[in-house]
């Protein structure tokens, strides 16, 4: 993959990022709360991978415990992202799994906007950051 390919495949995973904080809203207004939780983790994971795919094409893995101990590891505990980006990634992830694999889980509609907002804040953080290393945004 050439590094104009990695860059518009970063774009497009940013832009689906952006429309998973979209749709977690939109779910909120229909009072679907688990599909909420579900789009707001998938606004943060696919921002990590639009991060990742800059350096390694291996962005694409299926595991995603891969990719977040690859991002906590070289820009989490680099400094380049604050630790809370961590916790935001972690209740993101559990909330995640609980809403998609208990039907018994139950989430208030309180939680999963401040899940969202999180994600919309890790969102934005990933943006700018992209911004510095020189990428144009879409």
């Known amino acids: 993959m050439t590094k104009e390919d990695k860059l518009n495949y970063s774009k497009l995973l940013l832009e689906n ?26 606004a943060i994971f696919h921002s990590m991978r ?5 350096e390694e094409e291996n962005t694409q893995q299926s595991k995603h415990s891969g990719v977040i101990s690859v991002f906590r590891q070289r820009y989490i505990k680099e ?18 799994n609980e809403a998609d694999y208990d039907v018994s889980y139950i989430i208030s509609k309180e939680s ?3 899940q969202i907002n999180r994600a ?8 700018n950051y992209l911004a510095q290393q020189g990428v144009q945004l879409l």
């Open 79 to 96: 400094g380049i992202f604050s630790k809370e980006h961590s916790g935001t990634i972690s209740d993101a992830f559990e909330i995640r």
């Open 120 to 127: 919309e804040e890790f969102l934005k953080a990933v943006e």
């Open 112 to 114: 999963v906007v401040e």
């Open 17 to 42: 990022a952006r429309q998973c904080v979209r749709t977690a809203r939109n779910n909120v207004e229909f009072r679907d709360y688990k599909a909420a939780a579900n789009r707001s983790y998938y």
């Open 50 to 54: 639009a991060v990742l795919m800059l």
